[in-house]
């Protein structure tokens, strides 16, 4: 509940800013990937203290009753809703090749989705709100939330009674940076923004042999070749047009040499088989209708590839982002 004129916040915004960008150059530079945020869980818990929030650490239990690095950061000011602000913290496993002066120091990990920028903004509004106490009135409910890269960072926290110990909010609030706006410009949509993604191991099964003689062979390399491109017909022939679909192969592997037809090809990691959905029907196929993949028998004796569904996140797409520039 706010009772500020947008005006006492760009002063107060602009005069943060110079600090905000040192912190954020520091969060990019020391990138800690999923599950194992903790300097980054402490740099935030710290900073949220310090804007005068009652901060608890380590909130989130994975299912290997692991604990996870969870920030939660309280302020309660009076009457009124509970409004829960959202940042991710954790990094990408990929290696930075900027060249930027404050570039990943941590070698194969980098910041390259944006959360340090989102922490650096989300610190920005916990000092603002934190300093101009009265001017609204409510509870502020501040999340630092781990490993939203693999996408067990916020089931963590709910496994460990989140909303129980802390208080379930009247509204949740997160953001997320993207290329598609330019800076300076801010997009708003009530509810979900982005696709959720599926992941799918699939091992293309085939019977090895020598590379001479691939007829008495069920190469899975060529095999998986033709599976990899008929997949894109899932998404234009098999999908509704008003249901976006994205289907994307991160990682392929087969084969130990040249000369040799390796009996499979598989997707599995670093990077498996990545499905994006936004809406409509079940997707992708469960292994009960894998029979539906589109499939060009590279081999006389085809054996159906194994298929696991390694996770699922289902999400909706809202049909418009509204946009506006600062003035
Ligand atoms: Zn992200």
């Given at each position: 509940m706010m009772a500020a004129p947008a005006d006492d916040f760009r002063a107060a915004i602009d005069a943060q800013a110079p600090a905000l960008l040192q912190i954020y150059k520091d969060l990019h530079a020391h990138p800690e990937i999923s599950q194992h945020e903790e300097r980054t869980s402490a740099l935030l818990a710290e900073e949220l203290r310090k804007a005068g929030f009652t901060v608890t650490e380590h909130v989130g239990r994975y299912p290997d009753g692991s604990a996870a690095f969870g920030v939660v950061a309280i302020l309660s000011n009076g009457e009124g809703p509970t409004v829960l602000v959202r940042t991710d913290m954790d990094a990408l496993p990929v290696e930075e090749k900027t060249g930027l002066p404050y570039a990943s120091q941590t070698a194969g990990a980098m910041h390259a989705c944006g959360h340090d920028l989102h922490m650096a903004c989300f610190l920005g509004t916990a000092r603002t709100l934190g300093a101009m106490q009265d001017r609204w009135h409510g509870t502020l409910m501040l999340i630092g939330q781990p490993s939203e890269e693999r996408v067990n960072g916020a089931r963590a926290m709910l496994?460990?009674?989140?909303?129980?110990?802390?208080?379930?909010?009247?509204?949740?609030i997160a953001q997320h940076d993207t290329p598609d706006i330019a800076a300076g410009q801010v997009g708003m949509v009530a509810g979900p923004m982005l696709s959720g993604a599926s992941t799918v191991d699939v091992t293309i099964r085939g019977v090895g042999g020598h590379g001479a003689r691939p007829e008495a062979t069920q190469d899975p390399v060529v095999m998986a070749a033709q599976f990899v491109l008929a997949l894109q017909t899932i998404v234009s022939r098999q999908t509704a047009p008003q249901d976006p679909a994205v289907v994307t192969v991160g990682s392929i592997h087969g084969g130990t040499r040249p000369n040799i037809i390796p009996d499979e090809v598989s997707s599995k990691s670093p990077r498996e088989l990545s499905v994006?959905?936004?809406?409509?029907?079940?997707?992708?196929?469960?292994s009960e209708s894998r029979a539906a993949w589109p499939w060009q028998p590279a081999s006389r004796k085809i054996v159906r590839p194994l298929c696991r569904l390694t996770r699922r996140n289902p999400c909706r797409l809202p049909t418009t982002i509204r946009r506006w520039q600062r003035g």
């Open positions: 496994a460990d009674r989140l909303y129980e110990r802390f208080g379930r909010p009247d509204y949740c994006r959905r936004c809406a409509g029907t079940r997707w992708p196929p469960s």
